[in-house]
């Protein structure tokens, strides 16, 4: 994209079942990018998986009603030992690419971990350092450390063009 193209409204998102990480981002690539917000979603763990599922849905429809982006980049998951957790964030990663692909039609980009880490300088960095180096990249005074700050580093690596072949 050249400097003379519009800039695009990236989605990133951090999937999980208790908290999704979500952040809007307005930019070009590696020329500009502006947080627009940020936030997390959480579901209960007082609630049934298919009850949590369904505030996911709400909550996404409502994320991309407000927000209308026109794209996204949502992280991959990898799954090493916490093979219980893994069912419960692929469902819920699951119904946030059918809400995405039904209510705009997108395909988002799929990236592993360490591509937007690296993208950020660090590919083990921990999310302390994510966020110092978010804070920094945006000039932002005070940021949470959660998942919202891993949805924006997303949102940045997707709007700078950082892929992976998966999907």
């Given at each position: 994209m050249?400097?003379?193209?519009?800039?695009?409204r990236w989605l990133g998102i951090d999937p999980g079942l208790a908290i999704i990480g979500w952040a809007i981002l307005d930019g070009?690539?590696?020329l500009s990018a502006q947080l627009v917000d940020y936030g997390i979603?959480?579901?209960?763990?007082?609630?049934?998986?298919?009850?949590?599922?369904?505030?996911?849905?709400?909550?996404?429809?409502?994320?991309?009603?407000?927000?209308?982006p026109q794209a996204i980049a949502m992280e991959m998951p990898f799954f090493s030992r916490q093979i219980k957790a893994a069912?419960?964030?692929?469902?819920?990663l699951g119904?946030?690419?059918?809400?995405?692909?039904?209510?705009?039609?997108?395909?988002?980009?799929?990236?592993?971990?360490?591509?937007?880490k690296c993208h950020l300088g660090?590919?083990?960095?921990?999310?302390?350092?994510?966020?110092?180096m978010v804070q920094n990249f945006f000039g932002l005074e005070d940021l949470p450390i959660d998942d919202s700050v891993?949805?924006?580093?997303i949102a940045l690596a997707g709007l700078n063009g950082v892929r992976n072949d998966i999907g």
């Open positions: 050249d400097q003379t193209e519009a800039a695009q070009q690539p590696d979603i959480e579901t209960s763990k007082h609630l049934s998986t298919p009850q949590r599922l369904v505030e996911i849905e709400q909550d996404i429809h409502a994320l991309l009603e407000e927000f209308s069912g419960g964030v692929m469902q819920a119904v946030i690419n059918l809400v995405i692909y039904r209510e705009k039609s997108i395909q988002p980009v799929f990236l592993h971990q360490s591509s937007w660090n590919g083990k960095a921990n999310k302390a350092e994510v966020a110092a891993d949805a924006i580093a």
